[in-house]
């Protein structure tokens, strides 16, 4: 059930049921010769939308401008500062607090949001009451990254080894490919790939990565990865968003 | 062509060819009882896909939540404040202008956009040369409302006379019809509507639209209506948007 | 009723009888050769003084900078940035609204402002209960643009025709001299005036504008259309605000 | 030579002789029952424009709501908190500096600005490379609180000894008493007066001054002793301006 | 070497050598019923301390109030908010690479802060070149947390197994009180500890967590273990710093 | 008492008693070719500890990086920009204000913090009602400069007449030397020292004071001059706060 393709008397009936809530983040940067721009996003959307299926359960609107400064040295990377992705987080989830959502799990497709979305959380629920949102302290958030669950490394390590590498990966390329077949980037990856994990400032990020992959091998992405990735992620993110919602 | 199924080379060869991007911009928030919580980010986002379409342009991320601090009183709306989207399409802006893009072109699907958008414009002109974008003076930013454009305007009259309305019109109705034919909600339209134009705090905004509609009959929309919305609305911003690129 | 000259007792006092309140608004910007820099704060007071001489009505401080970033590149112009402005205005509603005035109802004289003001009083209604203030559903704000009155234009057009432009207009400049009749500056407006209505970055819209006019032909206006201008601007706006008043 | 009445020309003209400008701040906030709201933004502002005439000085617009929060238990006071202020000062004194103008002399009158105004002038001097102004390290602000000046200081203590007190003081309210002769107002002052300087939370300063003076007797002034104040504030202040400018 | 301890020609002689500074950063916050509240500052201060003698490195002031918002419900705890704790790290950076400093090591004593420092350092790389850092792209930031360290995390294991837990740990209570043994407090442990890993807003906390602790228990520290701590941390991060500034 | 070395309940346990803090605030900064560095936040800390020794008071964490914008010419200088410590200060007290805190007493060590340290209080009173803290119109704010002590300056005058100076003064390095009596410096002073007051941007300042001294002579401090300095300070400012917590 997506929020967006929902009325709000749908969604007034969904909280007679539910106070969970879905929220996929992704991010809008480079993802080297053959990976598109959108990954992150695409990537967490589609996952988040099987996670829904399964466990009926409501998906929030796509944040799909994440924290990707780093990355700016490559056109079409679009990046919000982390003070700046720190409020839009905080006004989203604000806005539905007031409605009577408690728990918030994000499914985030990008490592460079991971710091500022804690932030977030933290100062989400400093100002929610601030913010006239009904009892603060029952209010819950929680981030799953669905490229480092378990199912989904463990695969990664069999089909890949060392050349799953850190940005631009064969997996989340395998899953966009999978997601959308009719968008199969094909280029020469001659450039020599670095390994090093080191994230400093833009400039020396693309000095470093010069086309943009880190330690990556994103040739070896086929659709059909893709869909075991998906496949992997959903079951295990589903029964992480049930537990989520039944902890205390 | 879609930023987020491009990859990075593709945009530094789209660069040699145009400075332009089409960015759309909607809300997240109720529709009356059968509009759709996301019809402003739909109806904005296919707009915008369809004038990229004719006119070899690049579209970017859908700003998805804007401002609609006003329709907090139903469930499942979520607004940035005005102060936050304002950083937001600077953030965004700011990132494009680096990588050469000068021309900025706004599809934006509601209302409550406007003033911020336009704030943010401002704003964007004055901090680009500090946040080391290339010739300041030659960015350009352009507001197109699909839902006021003369042609859009004169068939909603034509359709449904004075029952358009300002909020939850038939004429957006219809077009996500024509978008997600899957999707197309009905319930009884019993609550008498407030054709009033004035909109205040949320609290006051849900006593004054006690269903969320403002003046309009939605139960008039139909998917060929969108139809024809969404190709009026394209024809007419393609020749703006071309219009916008030419001009000095 | 000025609330600068008047004491806290008084406001009390009128507090009693009512909860309105105008604000004037206007800016501190070049207005081409002949302009005075403070034309639209001068108008907007002028005008706001006017119209609660008749409608008994207080009147608060000034908002005498506003939003002018575009016209920076001419010496004398001063401007907040929107992200300030906004705050500004929050701040002196918010200071008000702890009193009990609710009708906030600005007079302003600078279309550049409109942006922000209205951005602002959206913010204002969001952060009104945070901020201690009262009932902040019953909160309403007003903006309204003197020189967008249907009189004022009306006899823009018949005085002016198309030598009326978008800046630095002969009307406002009439209204100036009548308000100050010792402030009347002449100059030769010999550089060719450009029509366009395109406003983007503060170098740009030098280039495009060289003298500052936009469009205009200020050597037609005179003190005695200026007092025209002031007479209809004060009848209408004193309906105006009255209906506002009134209104639910 | 009043910015406000001055044309762009003209401030060009200014610039070829001086780099320097005097700005009026104040405050809107209760003086007791009989001094007038305004009088902090009156007495500035008519003082600089004093000191300009002398001085042959351009004044800028009034900064008329200043940081008055502690008196926003008084109906009819406003305030900016002190991190707008702070912002306004901030753009205020960058739009000024990207003209040429680096003398900025402010005339204060309200105490509860200082700490906010001196803070401001330092992000000023570190903001004002980034905001793109011209030799940042050439830029001089300078705070003059006209009621500190010793010529008016001991001119209240020969006159009112005690009864000076430290708000709604009689050689404030005197002043404005010589400016504005038609708004001389009159109320029992039959409250006892607090003569401590402490001031904490806006409800814990009306507890403690319930009639909003400070240890003042307001009824001991007179417009003649306005004028003295205003002579003797203007020529000590002139000096200082002139000081000011030709300093390193 | 302190910063603090050092004349500005000793930090100019420094330059000449290295310009890579160690930036300990804690927390203030309650650490359990026989935890000091500052412990998290104070062994980061420590081992910061103890690398630097190692290294011959500087060491800058403690950031000793970071962000522990959750635990705001225990009096004695003090928090930044994390959008202000991301702006003091970035104006104390900033500050230091304007003279020539480019590699900021900082040591953590707590698990709250790594978010916000991480969003820091990207928001810093971003803006460094608006502030007039010299060559942004050159600018490196490491953040390592002394409790992470592999020999640390080893040596808890043998020492305390389970009873470790994760705030208020007996490795931390241990280190400070080897750093300042007069301050070794004693206190029944009854409440029956929870092991839970989850965060979420100050009042939960303290309802799930009701003395403080979180699985942990700190009566099995002894300055002795404490000793061993440091050693250890000392002896690997400085082997960490030292790489830091080797590597590219 | 310090509240770094205490526990949450012996924090609790002295609220039942008192219901004031002491917060040492200092800088990091240059103080010319022999002092210190954190001279500003040693003397800071160290009177704070004195006076809480001699009133049984709690002292927090020492703020260690204020408001030194102006001396950033010099290497090993760091400072927030007045925006961010006032954020700082309100974070702090809006922390121990939710415990019930209601008398903080800051001693602080450096004029430049003066301004924002009494724009923060004055924000801070305003916000704490939204931040949750319990009777904000009974929070009580001070601000003690141990420089300005009568005690001290007259003992300055005695000892060192007008080569006090007003930055690096013999007597805040004779405090450092009595303190630290192990970093004692020495370096020539043969630069010509300035003894105007005036403080403009970092630069200038630099090139006004080239060493940094602003008219003082360090070189006639000793460590037996900082032992007085430091009874002084601690006597008087231990009456101050006791009359402060007296006091309604």
Redesign the interface.
């Known amino acids: 059930m997506?929020?967006?393709?929902?009325?709000?008397?749908?969604?007034?009936a969904y909280?007679q049921q539910s106070d969970g809530i879905i929220i996929p983040i992704g991010s809008?940067e480079?993802?080297?010769?053959?990976?598109?721009?959108?990954t992150d996003?695409?990537c967490a959307e589609a996952i988040a939308q099987g996670v829904a299926d399964r466990t009926q359960a409501l998906v929030?609107?796509?944040?799909?401008?994440g924290?990707a400064?780093?990355h700016?040295g490559?056109?079409?990377?679009?990046?919000?500062?982390?003070?700046?992705l720190?409020?839009?987080i905080v006004?989203?989830l604000s806005?539905?607090a007031?409605?009577?959502f408690r728990h918030f799990y994000f499914i985030n497709g990008h490592g460079?949001n991971?710091?500022?979305?804690?932030?977030?959380f933290?100062?989400f629920?400093?100002?929610?009451?601030?913010?006239?949102c009904p009892e603060?302290?029952?209010?819950?958030?929680h981030l799953a990254n669905w490229f480092m669950v378990p199912a989904v490394t463990k695969l990664a390590r069999e089909l890949y080894g060392d050349e799953e590498g850190s940005h631009a990966t064969p997996s989340e390329v395998a899953l966009t490919q999978f997601i959308?077949p009719d968008?199969i980037?094909t280029?020469p990856l001659t450039v020599e790939v670095h390994s090093?994990h080191?994230i400093?400032?833009?400039?020396?990020f693309r000095?470093?990565y010069p086309d943009?992959r880190m330690g990556s091998n994103p040739a070896l992405a086929t659709p059909e990865h893709g869909q075991q990735f998906y496949e992997s992620a959903v079951a295990e993110l589903s029964q992480s968003y049930q537990a989520f919602l039944a902890?205390?």
Chains 1, 2, 3, 4, 5, 6 share one sequence.
């Open positions: 997506l929020l967006q393709r929902s009325t709000w008397p749908e969604v007034e909280l809008t480079q993802h080297g010769p053959t990976g598109l721009i959108g996003a695409i929030g609107p796509t944040i799909n401008v924290m400064l780093h700016l490559f056109p079409g990377s679009v990046s919000l500062r982390p003070s700046t720190l409020q839009v006004d989203y806005s539905l007031q409605h009577g460079g991971i710091a500022t979305v804690r932030a977030a933290a100062e629920y400093a100002v929610a009451g601030d913010r006239r603060p302290d029952r209010l819950r958030c959308y968008s980037k280029a090093s080191a400093y400032a833009a400039d020396d000095r470093r943009g902890a205390d």
